[in-house]
């Protein structure tokens, strides 16, 4: 066997084997991406966390989009209305609120979070 045949013959296994390495760690590295997908922050979430860091221009951005989208839970809602309140618009969050139940009649912890923003607002008449 000559030198060069000797060298092919031995980097084949060595080929198959960077190979096998390079698909693994393509498929390690496509896992951590769609993983760290799923941990990236949205919607509601989102909101929040501008909300609670008083980014009060983010927190507009993020609930255009999700006003655009729908209330699709009590958590959108609550969300909304904190910003709603933060900015000092009661009535604004009142009706997201009322809105909501009226579609959501049995969801409880909206009907909760309805009377306390009915407390909250003095709007004792109002309160359920």
């Known amino acids: 066997m000559s030198p060069v045949n000797h060298a092919s013959a031995t980097s084949s296994p060595l080929r198959r084997a960077l190979r096998r390495h390079q698909r693994g760690a393509f498929v390690i590295a ?12 949205r919607g509601d979430e989102l909101l929040l966390i501008h909300v609670r860091n008083r980014d009060i221009e983010r927190a507009r951005d993020v609930l255009g989009w999700a006003t655009r989208r729908g209330a699709s ?35 409880v912890a ?17 309160q359920i």
């Open 30 to 41: 496509g896992t951590a991406v769609v993983a760290a997908a799923t941990l990236v922050p």
């Open 73 to 107: 839970s009590a958590a959108s809602v609550v969300a909304h209305g904190e910003l709603y309140l933060l900015e000092g618009h009661v009535d604004e969050a009142l009706q997201e609120m009322e809105a909501y139940v009226a579609a959501h009649a049995d969801d």
């Open 110 to 126: 909206a009907w909760r979070r309805l009377a306390a923003l009915y407390a909250n607002a003095q709007r004792l008449h109002d």
